[in-house]
């Protein structure tokens, strides 16, 4: 099983909310604290679209340094490790952007907030629409075939 299909689906999804958000976030951080109110919105777009960009790209690396053992310790090592280097990376940005004047830190937590949720609503619809199996069965015609040459189960 791969779940290349959701995550590609998902980055190209995030890639345009992300997009949207910047731009929405940006007119609307305009026009509530001008040029602070601009960068708090790009710059919370770009972060949230980053970091959620790299949760996709950290698991299709995973899967293929794991060889596809989406179970396996490697996989999980990997994911783990980028999700904390992620999270301490985001919270040292967010404390050096908090004390900066030339950005409104309202806007920029709203825009990040706002970024988080619609990203975390289209990777469940990814999932959700995605046509990636999730049970590994043997049908009766797969089965190997018997004395008489004939695909099956046994003769009744």
């Known amino acids: 099983m791969s779940v290349a299909p959701i995550l590609i689906r998902a980055l190209r999804d995030g890639g ?8 929405v976030g940006s007119v609307i951080g305009l026009l509530a604290d001008g040029s602070r109110g601009l960068a708090g919105g790009l710059i919370g777009a770009a972060l949230a679209a980053l970091f959620l960009g790299l949760t996709a790209v950290s698991m299709l690396v995973a899967a293929r340094v794991s060889g596809g053992d989406l179970g396996g310790p490697v996989f999980f090592g990997i994911v783990l ?3 904390a280097l992620k999270l301490i990376v985001f919270f040292v940005f967010a404390l050096w ?15 990040v907030v706002f970024a988080v949720i619609g990203s975390l609503v289209l990777d469940a619809l990814a999932y ?11 049908l009766p015609e797969d089965l190997p075939s018997t004395t008489s040459g004939e695909k099956g189960g046994p003769k009744t």
């Open 16 to 23: 345009i909310f992300a997009a949207l958000v910047a731009l």
């Open 81 to 83: 490790g980028a999700w």
């Open 128 to 138: 959700q629409r995605s046509r990636v199996p999730y049970v590994d069965v043997t």
């Open 97 to 111: 952007l908090r004390t900066q004047d030339w950005l409104n830190p309202y806007v920029f937590f709203g825009t």
